[in-house]
């Protein structure tokens, strides 16, 4: 028999499909990340099934037991506190055993933070890297970060309010100032909130812990020439020519060959000084 990987709901009791219900009505075994959690999930629902833990620490000892259930025809689904099982959650270590044991897992679509947080974002949806949680220690995430310098996607982070302040600092001082920035929090719930900005100004926002539950989205390496500013390095050559007689039409296209900047941006700010 399969193995159900059931998504479940990231906050919205709503946010379950009709398959995801019938799958877990029909399952003979539910095994959850946490079983209290989920027993108020199907209590809402009015399904009774057995349940048993499968968490992080357990997976691994779990998984002889579920391989000799499934082959002996039993329907087991497995379930996440929210969201896609197996995503920054268990449940990879079983999809392995189980496809390794010829048991085909069937994925039971629905809710995903990352997801949901990358459509309303206004970042590019065509290109993206799902990063997790970052790592706690700042030098690993300082390095962790820079190795992402140059990817062209955007970048999703999942991370808790108490870290945020410094992965967004570590964000703006790592990857650039003018990085476009998403933080997405509580998504499908009462106080769903898109906060949008650079990076450097999303450091400032978030200098205190806010919150929530929380998905990071960082622009890209390409986001960034178009939404870069003028710096007063910048500012300073701008001035610099002009003061040595070159035209404000000519140091502003100088200027943008130099820089990346949009030209335009560097003729209005040539006429301001
Ligand atoms: N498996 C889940 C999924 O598919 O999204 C993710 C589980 S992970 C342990 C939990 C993290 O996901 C949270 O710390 C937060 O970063 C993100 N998350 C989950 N629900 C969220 C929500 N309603 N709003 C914003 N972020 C959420």
New binding site residues.
Partial sequence: MPLYLVFTP??NLEDITLRALRVLREADLIAAEDTRHTGKLLAHYDIQRPLISLHEHNEAARIPDLLARLDAGERIALV?D????A???PGYQLVRAAIEAGHQPIPIPGP???LA?LVASGLPTDRFLFLGFPPRKAKLRGDWLAELRDEPGVLIF???PRRLPALLADVAQTLGPNRPVVV??????LHESFWRGRAEEAARAFAEPPKG???VLVGGVREQAEEQTITPEVEEALAGLLAGGMGVNQAARLLAEITGLPRRELYQRALAL
Avoid: N, Q
């Avoid at 929210?82 to 099982?85: L, V």
């Avoid at 997405?184 to 719930?189: F, I, Q, V």
């Fill in positions: 990231i906050g996440s929210a969201g896609a099982p995503i920054s959650d995903s933070a990352l947080a999942y991370e808790s997405a929090r509580e998504l499908t719930k539950e929380i998905v």
